[in-house]
């Protein structure tokens, strides 16, 4: 097996724990959310930010390693216009995730805390929801473009 095929195999499988992970813990801060039950929301949240740290943060440090050293291994340049977009997108992404890890753990701390009280999550964890909401849709749809971008591989201008 070639250089080439593990470092796309390893790329890919990021690409997909990045995909994968992002979706599953989106479906279940959301569920746990709407269930109410201060100590499902805890216990969600609690796994959520370990899976960010564990299959995400990997995901995140693999995917522009891998990336650089496929596009040194074919030839491309990274200023190639769909790998320069794909890179601002990583970019654009991260700008969303690592507020979105910050929210996770106070929501996390607030339920844990609404279960210790034994009261309902305080309105301080509601408005963090919906931030944590609203952050996942464009960090979401920037990751499928990239995925598209790394399958179609468009001759798009990119300027510096």
Avoid at 14 to 34: R, S
Avoid at 113 to 129: D, G, I, S
Avoid at 135 to 148: E, K, Q
Wanted: hydrophobic fraction near 60%.
């Amino acid at each position: 097996m070639t250089a080439y095929f593990i470092l796309k195999f390893l790329h890919v499988i990021g690409a997909t724990v990045l995909l994968g992970t992002g979706a599953g813990i989106a479906f279940f801060m959301l569920a746990a959310h709407l269930s109410g039950n201060p100590a499902t929301i805890a216990g969600t949240a609690r796994l959520v930010v370990r899976a960010d740290f564990l299959f995400t943060a990997t995901a995140v440090v693999v995917q522009p390693i891998t990336g650089v050293l496929l596009a040194q291994n074919v030839g491309y340049s990274l200023l190639d216009g769909w790998i320069a977009w794909s890179i601002v997108l990583y970019l654009f992404t991260g700008a969303f995730w690592l507020p979105v890890v910050w929210m996770q753990m106070k929501m996390r701390d607030l339920a844990a805390a609404a279960v210790r009280e034994n009261r309902p999550p305080p309105p301080q964890y509601h408005k963090l929801f919906w931030w944590w909401f609203a952050f996942g849709f464009p960090a979401f749809a920037a990751v499928l473009a990239i995925f598209w971008l790394m399958i179609a591989k468009p001759p798009l201008p990119f300027f510096l």
